[in-house]
């Protein structure tokens, strides 16, 4: 059943791979280096919020091996070629086969943060998503004021197709930005 999703990915200067039982030292470095980012996007990124571990790192690549293996979903690390370092994650963390939706959430490492490398990986698994499951509608959601994460879906070729309020307390409320590639774009379907 694991087919259908690659295992690893090369890009120019990554290779994108499964999470592995292993891993999880690796994945906890980088959280920590970057969790005070992470934390800035509670909606995107709930785990973040959490009190983290070398333990919950470790479960969360066991986890996400099981679900790539499963088909369930499309999980990638980002390995940074020249120095073998961990740099982030990638994949697509909800995938809904009956209604052909697949939605990609990522996140960069900080000391790999400001190198196009978030830009990378979007393009190398978008391309690697169109080519597994032609006609799969590809959408990602970011928080307006993520400009970085804006400016990744922008130039990896994906288009705002609506925004959103959503609630975060009491009377106050986000805007949401819907992006989308794929058949959202040809057949007007919204995000």
Same mark, same amino acid.
């Given at each position: 059943?694991?087919?259908?999703?690659?295992?690893?990915?090369?890009?120019? =200067?990554?290779?994108?791979?499964?999470?592995?039982?292993?891993?999880?030292?690796?994945? %906890?470095?980088?959280?920590?280096?970057?969790?005070?980012?992470?934390?800035?996007?509670?909606?995107?990124l709930?785990?973040?919020?959490?009190?983290?571990s070398?333990?919950?790192?470790?479960? %969360?690549c066991?986890?996400?091996y099981?679900?790539?293996?499963?088909?369930?979903t499309?999980?990638m690390?980002?390995?940074?070629?020249?120095?073998?370092q961990?740099?982030?994650?990638?994949?697509?963390?909800?995938i809904?086969?009956?209604n052909? =939706?697949?939605?990609?959430? %990522?996140?960069c490492?900080?000391?790999?943060?400001?190198q196009?490398?978030?830009?990378e990986?979007?393009k190398?698994?978008?391309?690697?998503?169109t080519?597994?499951?032609?006609?799969?509608?590809?959408?990602? =959601?970011?928080?307006?004021?993520?400009k970085?994460?804006?400016?990744?879906?922008?130039?990896?070729?994906?288009s705002?197709?609506?925004?959103?309020?959503?609630?975060?307390s009491?009377?106050q409320?986000?805007?949401?930005r819907?992006?989308?590639?794929?058949r959202?774009?040809?057949t007007?379907?919204?995000?």
């Amino acid at each position: 059943m694991s087919d259908v999703f690659s295992q690893l990915i090369e890009t120019p =200067r990554m290779w994108l791979r499964c999470p592995l039982p292993g891993d999880g030292e690796a994945v %906890y470095a980088g959280v920590l280096e970057t969790l005070v980012q992470l934390r800035q996007w509670p909606e995107s990124l709930p785990w973040a919020q959490n009190e983290q571990s070398p333990r919950l790192s470790e479960d %969360y690549c066991q986890t996400c091996y099981a679900a790539w293996v499963m088909r369930v979903t499309w999980p990638m690390l980002m390995i940074d070629k020249a120095s073998d370092q961990f740099a982030g994650t990638v994949g697509f963390h909800h995938i809904d086969w009956t209604n052909q =939706r697949w939605e990609l959430g %990522y996140w960069c490492r900080l000391a790999f943060q400001g190198q196009g490398r978030m830009t990378e990986a979007v393009k190398a698994l978008t391309d690697a998503a169109t080519k597994a499951c032609p006609g799969m509608q590809l959408t990602s =959601r970011v928080d307006e004021r993520n400009k970085p994460s804006i400016k990744v879906l922008e130039r990896a070729g994906y288009s705002m197709v609506k925004e959103e309020k959503q609630g975060v307390s009491g009377d106050q409320h986000r805007l949401v930005r819907h992006y989308a590639w794929g058949r959202a774009l040809h057949t007007g379907q919204s995000a």
